[in-house]
């Protein structure tokens, strides 16, 4: 799957030697990343290995200490995270950023802001615009909606909702911007497994769909069942980027990650 | 120039109590994490415990400042009980919105009970000047100005040393620090945050009894925007660092000095908050080298 | 309380129009000019209000020196018409307009800060135009103030009486309300909200944060700006100390017992507030001391405020579980 991403095409996310430093701590030193269109990209590496703050760094919210990032071929280092979001690289959060008091449908409309472009003047007057952004903005939400099967919570708080369905609820929130790039972080934390194994179908799903997204995750059967390309960190260095038979078979990782005398199969049981 | 030198007499002194105001005001928003608009009015109470000392226990400035200290010390404890101790997880705005509402009560509630009008508080330091002349030029000194800057140097070291030197002093820059963490510690948050609370409070009210001496007066509605400007001279120090905010204090009492020089008195304020609103915009963390960001 | 709220809405039109035609005719029902007055002032302060809740309520910004865009309104006004001469029709969208610039300045350390730190400039601001006004006499009056500001034209009514100036505060009243409404319901709407809920948030789905928070103060300085301008030829003359901070607490109490984040909330409140104000007059100081005791308990109580959104960060930051209508709800991702 993996050769078709490796013939030379610009990928569409591309980090060049990034590094994070905290004052002294070196949250994530020289990584580079290549995320190319119709990957599910898989972030790991043990707790506090950085993966965060690298996703943190593709969008914006940390600037890198050094480094570049790039996004189809633009550089986007020292971007705004909502400059970033205008080029339509959609991200959800490990601890949900949902708007907790809107309801589900409220949460999705705001996701549509960076596809239209009413003002105040349109709002007050009613103009076309406004007429044709309004209706953009409901239809396309009501679409994300059914598409993510959140259609009969559409008035329903989303504050209100179980763990895992507000995890889908960011989701269908950073689908409305029709992003090129899904940055999903820990989607599947605090779910149980048969929530979890939905939501990598639905994953597989989008990405069928041709969405490409990448991934962090700790879950090791979502990881290397649904990715094609996987970024293994590991004290905010990178320790390999490759398919997940070779991170299957990498020893380095084996002893990082998997930890030593165990069996990487045994994980992916 | 012998002018503008007694200015800035003037503005250092009246800085130094800017300073200990800020002080007070950086450990309240230090240890309990919020911003207060209550401040204004312990210093009020302040001024008036040491007001109602003088009258009936006569001109003992030591006993007067101990009784400002504590009369806003207690009064500490009911903002804290009223405006803090309910909202520590709530949303900012909520317990910004309740010591609006409770400097309104404090206001209000003076008004009636020390009645409407503005009563003086003189002689409480002999009216004596001293003439300092160097290479020429006259710079006046009123005795009342060395001792209150003496007084100010002296809180500001004995809080410095009970910060660093007692358990509590710990406990309370630990709160300060990271609340989550001296939780862990096994530290009582709310009991070390009210405690910190009330030691502010405390420093506002001797910073009310400096300023009515200063100024001869005290009234119910004196110090009600001087709130504002302990907040001003706290973030000027990056809000939370108790030496920076006298250094920020001392700025803010020189600005307004050296600026009513060049235009009238009535303009004071004005360069306090353009000052404070200069600052913010270019440099909002003071002179503190991070951003305070936990407010 | 729901129930009422579903058949309001179920008649909305009908409702408005029902109470539009009370309010116009209210002004002629009431029998004494003072309680017109009243009217008058809940009407101007329904405005005032609703112009701070469209910034605290819901951009969730702590606004606390409308004073100040109030003034800018009220001097605008007394100082072009008694000295100009121009018209107050003319006036009131550049009261607005020059409300809103000085928001805009005052907006601009919220490209770098938030929360507290607007709070102030915000009053100090509010302060230093105070203060100006104060001082400087050739152009405000200083001190003295600006008398004899002259009465608006209403088709020919003598707007000299709060009986007939009560129809320029229903009028601006009404279109704020209305322009309000449309404003909230739009993408600016949205992402105001957006703000106040959650800022990262916001900010990853490609609000520009700065700009829209820089709008939302310029929008609420405008409306206050253009009520200012209505006010100072209601009241005929005008000084410094009516836009003391005082002034702005006394709105803001307003939006916090009222409620936040509604448009009914700074309506409620500002009825409220006049009321209590005007009808514990007796209490002569005890009614601040009232009204300070009523903005703690609404903080404690229901800090969003009478009227105001519950389904919000105002109400708290705690979210009410409520059971999941069983049924309807299935997931099948």
């Known amino acids: 799957m993996s050769e078709r991403n490796m013939n030379g095409r610009t990928p569409l996310l591309e980090a060049q030697g990034i590094c994070k430093y905290f004052g002294g701590l070196k949250a994530v030193e020289n990584v580079d990343m290549k995320i190319y269109a119709g990957d599910i990209f898989g972030i790991i590496g043990p707790n506090g290995a950085g993966k965060t703050t690298f996703f943190n760094m593709c969008?914006?919210?940390?600037?890198?200490?050094?480094?570049?990032?790039?996004?189809?071929?633009?550089?986007?280092?020292?971007?705004?995270?909502?400059?970033?979001?205008?080029?339509?690289?959609?991200?959800t959060f490990q601890n949900l950023q949902i708007f907790k008091f809107m309801t589900v449908l409220e949460n999705v409309k705001i996701g549509c802001h960076i596809k239209t472009r009413s003002n105040l003047a349109d709002a007050i007057l009613h103009t076309r615009?406004?007429?044709?952004?309004?209706?953009?903005?409901?239809?396309?939400?009501l679409e994300i909606l059914n598409r993510i099967g959140l259609s009969s919570y559409r008035d329903t708080l989303a504050g209100n909702l179980s763990y895992g369905t507000q995890r889908k609820v960011e989701i269908a929130r950073a689908m409305a911007l029709e992003p090129k790039i899904l940055l999903l972080d820990e989607p599947a934390?605090?779910?149980?497994?048969?929530?979890?194994?939905?939501?990598?179908?639905?994953?597989?799903?989008?990405?069928?769909?041709?969405?490409?997204?990448?991934?962090?995750?700790?879950?090791?059967?979502?990881?290397?069942?649904?990715?094609?390309?996987?970024?293994?960190?590991?004290?905010?260095?990178?320790?390999?980027?490759?398919?997940?038979?070779?991170?299957?078979?990498?020893?380095?990782?084996?002893?990082?990650?998997?930890?030593?005398g165990m069996v990487a199969g045994e994980a992916i049981q | 120039m012998e002018y503008l030198l007694n200015q800035v007499v003037n503005g250092v002194c009246q800085g130094a109590i800017y300073a200990l105001m800020a002080i007070g005001y950086s450990v309240i928003v230090g240890v309990?994490?919020?911003?207060?608009?209550?401040?204004?009015?312990i210093m009020m109470i302040g001024a008036f415990g040491a007001f109602y000392s003088f009258q009936y226990f006569g001109n003992n400035l030591p006993l007067a400042i101990l009784l400002a200290f504590s009369s806003s010390f207690l009064l500490g404890i009911v903002v804290y009980k009223v405006c803090y101790e309910k909202f520590f997880n709530a949303p900012r705005h909520i317990s910004l919105l309740c010591t609006i509402g409770f400097s309104m009560l404090m206001k209000n509630l003076a008004q009636i009970v020390f009645g409407p009008e503005t009563k003086p508080m003189i002689n409480i330091i002999h009216n004596e000047t001293f003439t300092l002349r160097l290479a020429g030029v006259a710079v006046d000194f009123k005795l009342l100005q060395i001792i209150v800057m003496l007084l100010v140097v002296f809180f500001a070291v004995s809080?410095?040393?009970?910060?660093?030197?007692?358990?509590?002093?710990?406990?309370?820059?630990?709160?300060?620090?990271?609340?989550?963490?001296?939780?862990?510690?096994?530290?009582?948050?709310?009991?070390?945050?009210?405690?910190?609370n009330c030691i502010g409070c405390g420093f506002g009210?001797?910073?009310?009894?400096?300023?009515?001496?200063?100024?001869?007066?005290?009234?119910?509605?004196?110090?009600?925007?001087?709130?504002?400007?302990?907040?001003?001279?706290?973030?000027?120090?990056?809000?939370?660092?108790?030496?920076?905010?006298?250094?920020?204090?001392?700025?803010?009492?020189?600005?307004?000095?050296?600026?009513?020089?060049?235009s009238s008195a009535t303009f004071r304020d004005v360069f306090s908050f353009s000052f404070l609103i200069l600052i913010l915009i270019i440099r909002p963390q003071g002179f503190a080298a991070k951003k305070g960001s936990r407010v | 309380m729901n129930k009422i709220a579903a058949v309001v809405n179920r008649y909305r039109a009908l409702f408005l129009v029902l109470v539009f035609a009370v309010l116009c005719a209210l002004p002629f029902v009431i029998p004494k000019a003072l309680y017109v007055r009243y009217a008058c002032n809940i009407l101007m302060f329904t405005t005032l209000a609703g112009s701070l809740n469209a910034i605290n309520g819901y951009?969730?910004?702590?606004?606390?020196?409308?004073?100040?865009?109030?003034?800018?309104?009220?001097?605008?006004?007394?100082?072009?018409?008694?000295?100009?001469?121009?018209?107050?029709w003319l006036l009131l969208p550049i009261a607005g307009v020059l409300a809103a610039l000085v928001g805009l300045i005052v907006s601009l350390p919220t490209l770098k800060l938030q929360g507290i730190y607007l709070s102030i400039v915000t009053l100090g601001a509010s302060e230093i135009i105070r203060i100006i006004a104060q001082t400087w006499t050739p152009v405000t009056g200083g001190a003295l103030g600006i008398k004899n500001i002259p009465y608006p034209w209403l088709f020919g009514l003598d707007t000299f009486r709060p009986k007939y100036y009560y129809f320029i505060f229903l009028i601006i009243g009404v279109v704020f309300l209305f322009v309000t409404n449309r404003v909230l319901r739009s993408r600016v709407g949205r992402a105001w909200i957006s703000i106040r809920e959650d800022q990262i948030a916001a900010k990853s789905l490609g609000v520009q944060?700065?700009?829209?928070?820089?709008?939302?103060?310029?929008?609420?300085?405008?409306?206050?700006?253009?009520?200012?301008?209505?006010?100072?030829?209601?009241?005929?003359?005008?000084?410094?100390?009516?836009?003391?901070?005082?002034?702005?607490?006394?709105?803001?109490?307003?939006?916090?017992?009222?409620?936040?984040?509604?448009?009914?909330?700074?309506?409620?409140?500002?009825?409220?507030?006049?009321?209590?104000?005007?009808?514990?007059?007796?209490?002569?100081?005890?009614?601040?001391?009232?009204?300070?005791?009523?903005?703690?308990?609404?903080?404690?109580?229901?800090?969003?405020?009478?009227?105001?959104?519950?389904?919000?960060?105002?109400?708290?930051?705690?979210?009410?579980?409520?059971?999941?209508?069983k049924g309807g709800a299935q997931e099948h991702v």
């Open chain 2, 159 to 196: 809080l410095t040393l009970f910060f660093n030197r007692t358990r509590w002093g710990v406990a309370l820059r630990a709160v300060s620090q990271n609340k989550q963490a001296a939780y862990l510690m096994g530290i009582n948050v709310r009991r070390t945050a009210m405690l910190g």
């Open chain 1, 59 to 91: 969008t914006g919210n940390f600037q890198p200490t050094k480094g570049k990032i790039f996004f189809d071929g633009e550089e986007i280092t020292g971007m705004s995270p909502e400059t970033v979001a205008q080029k339509h690289i959609a991200r």
């Open chain 1, 189 to 260: 934390a605090g779910m149980n497994p048969l929530e979890t194994r939905s939501l990598m179908e639905f994953i597989q799903s989008l990405n069928a769909d041709g969405y490409t997204i990448a991934v962090i995750e700790h879950d090791m059967k979502f990881v290397m069942n649904s990715c094609n390309r996987i970024l293994v960190l590991n004290f905010g260095q990178k320790i390999l980027e490759g398919t997940p038979t070779e991170v299957k078979n990498n020893p380095e990782v084996q002893s990082a990650y998997f930890g030593k």
């Open chain 2, 205 to 262: 009210g001797i910073a009310g009894i400096l300023l009515s001496i200063y100024y001869y007066a005290v009234s119910a509605t004196i110090w009600g925007n001087f709130s504002m400007k302990a907040f001003s001279a706290s973030v000027l120090g990056g809000l939370v660092d108790l030496r920076l905010s006298a250094l920020g204090g001392l700025c803010m009492g020189l600005i307004e000095n050296l600026g009513i020089t060049v």
């Open chain 2, 32 to 41: 309990v994490g919020m911003v207060t608009f209550t401040y204004g009015e």
């Open chain 3, 59 to 88: 951009s969730g910004q702590t606004c606390l020196g409308q004073a100040g865009f109030f003034a800018i309104g009220a001097y605008t006004c007394a100082i072009f018409s008694t000295r100009f001469g121009l018209d107050f």
């Open chain 3, 209 to 325: 944060t700065s700009f829209y928070k820089s709008l939302n103060f310029m929008y609420g300085a405008f409306w206050a700006g253009v009520i200012g301008c209505a006010y100072a030829p209601f009241v005929n003359y005008i000084e410094a100390s009516q836009f003391s901070t005082d002034t702005g607490f006394n709105v803001l109490a307003m939006i916090v017992i009222g409620g936040q984040g509604t448009l009914v909330g700074p309506i409620v409140g500002s009825v409220i507030v006049t009321v209590l104000t005007e009808s514990l007059r007796f209490l002569e100081n005890w009614r601040y001391v009232i009204y300070a005791l009523i903005i703690i308990l609404m903080m404690w109580l229901r800090p969003q405020g009478i009227a105001g959104a519950s389904h919000s960060m105002l109400a708290g930051g705690k979210i009410k579980r409520k059971p999941i209508r």
């Open chain 1, 129 to 141: 615009a406004y007429r044709e952004d309004e209706r953009y903005t409901t239809e396309k939400s």
